[in-house]
């Protein structure tokens, strides 16, 4: 099935997933349901008032409160909807578009899925002619995952594939050889993939690795260059700060968006290609030894673990909130028996 990925536009309809900016500008994310209610402190607000108003309307609970009605828009949604893993920030995610060139059409693999936030994007960017092969070791977390980009779009799309399972080992069966036109690597250690993604990229591909520290940054660039396969490797990380704008009171906010990631991007090299500049390193010592690779190991950088309990907490959560985006993707007789 094709999926429109542009969201839905015209009169909230039950199913519809609605952003409520309320008192002291309160978010309340909500799936409109039949008998549904919103109970805050400030009073009730029914899911049936929003039914066939226009998105930005403003609406008034039981305690006389308004709530400005709003569809999220897709970084509102990532922001709020339910982690198994820690997300791709908005701002991150569009430096990942335009570093890593996401095209309509474009063939992309992805390794992690996590909850698949920057899934999202890339499907918006890839539009319905591309393909999206995203891998996962977790099952729980392609689960959430899986709810969290339904949920958004409605239904499935039919141009993603979720692969559970190592990308080393599974990467070769999912595509063909120097098919892949982009790679996207959110893991701990993506060096252990670099040489997997080299098989699968097409000539003049790009691969970009998106990681938390400095010491990975350093790793991944290293093993990237040693190879010989690649462009010189390219970093980069992105800041946002915001502003406070009223009147003639302009200043900065107090608090900004600083770092989340590096963002690492490399070409594939056509094969036996060497690059003018590769030839003058060639034979220059390396700048690290082997007792500074320790530090760089996975479990020297941590890995943060999520307890299983909390885990499955989050995946009927997904769950249950892609159940309402079913309802908004079906036929008027569907919502209207949920």
Known sequence: MTVDLTRPTGPFRYGDRVQLTG????????????????????????HEQLVGLPDGSVVTGSGGHEYLALRPLLRDFVMSMPRGAAIVY???????????????????????????????????????????????????????????????????????EVVVGDLVESLPGAV??????????????????????????????????????ATQLSRVAEFIRGTGLFT?????????????????????????????????????????AVPPDVRKRALKKPSYADEDVEIWTPGAVGDR???????????????????????AAGTETDAATD
């Open 23 to 46: 008192p002291k500008g309160r978010l309340h994310t909500i799936t409109l349901r039949e008998r549904g209610e919103l109970h805050t402190h400030h009073g009730v607000l029914r």
């Open 90 to 160: 908005p701002k991150d995610a569009a430096q990942i578009l335009a570093s890593a060139d996401i095209f309509p059409g474009a063939t992309v693999v992805e390794a992690g899925v996590g909850s698949g936030a920057l899934s999202l994007w890339l499907l918006r960017a890839i539009g319905a002619t591309g393909r999206l092969v995203s891998f996962e070791r977790r099952e729980e977390f392609a689960e959430v995952a899986r709810a969290n980009v339904e949920t958004y779009l409605g239904t499935p799309p039919a141009n993603w």
């Open 176 to 213: 063909a050889p120097a098919s892949v036109d982009r790679v996207v690597l959110d893991m701990l250690a993506p060096w252990e993939c670099i040489d997997a993604v080299a098989d699968a990229l097409t000539p003049g591909g790009v691969v970009l690795c998106y990681v938390a520290t």
């Open 232 to 272: 010189d490797p390219e970093a980069n990380e992105t800041m946002v700060r915001g502003w406070h704008v009223e009147g003639l009171a302009v200043r900065p906010d107090h608090r900004m968006v600083a770092h989340t990631g590096f963002l690492l991007t490399a070409r594939r090299l056509a094969p036996g």
């Open 305 to 327: 673990e999520i307890t299983d309990k909390n885990l499955r907490k989050r995946v009927r959560e997904a769950q249950r909130i892609a159940d309402g985006a079913r309802i």
